[in-house]
């Protein structure tokens, strides 16, 4: 079992930055690919980025390529999403999620086995 908390979202003009932090407990922090995905009000929840188990492999949504960058602190059971030059259509609740699957397609959600409880992120025109 995997307990997520998200945490860094907040208010902010378009063009500004913000970073998502999200803290896993348990040991086994290494044996989850981690992603982000993100659900904008009457939208369905969408793909944002994942990173491998040791962070080797990265990838990301079309919409926020160049723009937003994942990582991980294994040591620190941490994945962080470093958002910049964030436009209004980035505002959402924005999660994160673990995933234990071997081989899978892991920008689906349904992939994923753990999730938080979200963080609102809002932009400003």
């Known amino acids: 079992q995997v307990q997520l908390v998200e945490s860094g979202g907040g208010l902010v003009q378009a063009g500004g930055s913000l970073r998502l932090s999200c803290a896993a407990s348990g040991r086994t922090f290494s044996s989850y690919a981690m992603g982000w995905f993100r659900q904008a009000p009457g939208k369905e929840r969408e793909f944002v980025a994942r990173?491998?188990?040791?962070?080797?492999?990265?990838y990301y949504a079309d919409s926020v390529k160049g723009r937003f960058t994942i990582s991980r602190d294994n040591a620190k059971n941490t994945v962080y999403l470093q958002m910049n030059s964030l436009k209004p259509e980035d505002t959402a609740v924005y999660y994160c999620?673990?995933?234990?699957?071997?081989?899978?397609?892991?920008?689906?959600?349904?992939?994923?086995?753990?999730w938080g409880q979200g963080t609102q992120v809002t932009v400003s025109s």
């Open positions: 999620a673990a995933s234990s699957a071997p081989d899978v397609n892991l920008s689906r959600a349904r992939n994923y086995d753990f």
């Open positions: 990173s491998s188990r040791y962070g080797a492999s990265r």
